[in-house]
Nanobody
């Protein structure tokens, strides 16, 4: 019904930058919040950044000042610009969207498949 497709992960040296993208498609009536989460090996999944449909944002303390989340509502796409990456940023990054379907008008959370980000020292 809804697919979230992430792209932009990869290998980067510490101090470098990456830009992640996540495009939502399917039988979508509306999307509320969209966000990025990450899960490092042996750790729980954690919020990295989140943006509402109105453009309000919040960030994990560990990425404030280095990461920027943005979205294109017309394209149902959310972006995460990651600058000054640190080795502890190595994780699988997942996109999440709060979506209302055309058929039901009920809100559900949908997740992407994840994209690997590896930051080398």
């Amino acid at each position: 019904q809804v697919q979230l497709v992430e792209s932009g992960g990869g290998l980067v040296q510490a101090g470098g930058s990456l830009r992640l993208s996540c495009a939502a498609s399917g039988c979508i009536f509306s999307i509320n919040a969209m966000g990025w989460y990450r899960q490092a090996p042996g750790k729980q999944r954690e919020l990295v950044a989140r943006v509402t449909s109105g453009g309000n944002t919040n960030y994990a303390d560990s990425v404030k000042g280095r990461f920027t989340i943005s979205r294109d509502n017309a394209m149902n796409t959310v972006y995460l610009q990651m600058n000054s990456l640190k080795t502890e940023g190595t994780a699988v990054y997942y996109c999440k969207a709060d979506v209302a379907l055309i058929a039901t008008m009920v809100w559900h959370d949908y997740w992407g498949q994840g994209t690997q980000v590896t930051v080398s020292s």
